[in-house]
């Protein structure tokens, strides 16, 4: 008895929101830390003054960066794109996902540096994929601003990797099973074939979302906030 084989579903994990916005409103604020910091070097002589200088200007180029991807993370979440035959990574400032094939990677684990934990994988040698520049190199995704911490991450991707490799191959096996039995009919009948499922990325992922006009008007009051604020700091330089 041949069992039915549960089709592996397209599934997307998007990024959180909520995470965005603490990014983009942490920014703000350090932002405003940064330009005190600037505006009270004029107070301070020495070496102090160049330190407050470099370390409010640093601070207001790198949390202004911040708090605009913060913005653009809020209105265009990053995607994992999951399916049968692989994944993609969509959303943010990537206008065309690039699809890498499960079999081409050797699953996922948690990458430290530092402090810092991403979602790292490893192509396979023989892996033919423009990404995998050196045979076996190992790529990683932000593990920040998911839903789920890293390690839930890399645990959810690599229990639907494998779960789409074994969908593939039992397949194969119901087929090499079932090759005898095959053989030996006999009349006009023509012969049968397993039936194909077709999976296609979720539409709501593949589709080019068009930004809602909130979204615009928060990232343009993100920007327009941060250039108000560090001119009216700086009017008199």
Known sequence: MIHAIEP????TI???RVKSLFYLLGGIVLVWVGSHAVQDSASRSGLIAVKLVVAG???IVFFGLS???GALSFIRPRALILDRDGFAIGGGIIRSPLKIAWRDIQGFHVRKQNRYKSI???FELSAKTRLNRRPGIELSVSGAGWPLSTEKMVETLNAYRLQALNSEAEPMSMVTGTHSAKLSTTGNLPPRRLPEIAIEFDDRARQRRPVATSAM???FVTVASLAG?????FLDW
């Not at 592996?8 to 599934?11: I, N, R």
Request: aromatic share 12%; hydrophobic share 45%; no cysteine.
């Open 14 to 16: 998007r990024g959180s």
């Open 229 to 233: 604020f560090i001119t009216s700091r």
């Open 57 to 59: 200007w640093a601070g």
């Open 217 to 219: 008007l928060l990232l």
């Open 8 to 11: 592996v579903q397209p599934k």
């Open 67 to 69: 708090a605009l991807g």
């Open 120 to 122: 790292g994988f490893r």
